[in-house]
């Protein structure tokens, strides 16, 4: 066996391992996101079933019961807060998966002794960019909790 190579290979993987670091902590960064995100969305969910529970036994002292214009626009407003966190969660979760295949694919290029910093650039990129657009439903979902909020 040879020394020399086996160092070679070593100080290697350790540059390899210093090249993922940025992109793990990312990752760990989409993972809180994904946290905050979710729990909204439970928030949500638990709001819309009281209203849902509300409705159900009021049902069921009076047949007739209609629910308030006000609670209809309330549950109205909640599926819409819904819908983008939902969507949000969506985004976060494909731009958690772009950045586990940027280190996937830095280490299997090492590996496979293949160079392709475009494919490495291009799930970088992508993942930014649902980064961004997930924070962006994120922010529309906490105006939506604002304007109802003033009205």
Do not use: C, W
């Not at 979760?93 to 650039?121: C, E, K, P, R």
């Amino acid at each position: 066996m040879n020394p020399v190579m086996d160092t070679n290979v070593v100080n290697s993987v350790a540059h390899l391992i210093q090249l993922s670091v940025a992109p793990v902590f990312l990752l760990a960064a989409v993972a809180g996101l994904l946290n905050v995100f979710v729990g909204r969305l439970t928030r949500i969910i638990d709001k819309i079933e009281k209203l849902q529970l509300f409705e159900e036994k009021k049902l069921q002292v009076d047949a007739d019961f209609k629910m308030s214009t006000k609670m209809l626009s309330r549950k109205a407003f909640l599926l819409k807060r819904l819908r983008a966190t939902n969507i949000a969660i969506g985004l976060i979760t494909a731009a958690g998966l772009m950045v586990a295949l940027v280190i996937v694919t830095m280490f299997l290029s090492a590996i496979l002794d293949f160079a392709n910093g475009t494919l490495i650039s291009t799930f970088f990129i992508l993942a930014m960019l649902l980064l961004i657009s997930s924070l962006m439903l994120f922010l529309k979902e906490i105006s939506y909790t604002t304007y109802f909020a003033k009205k």
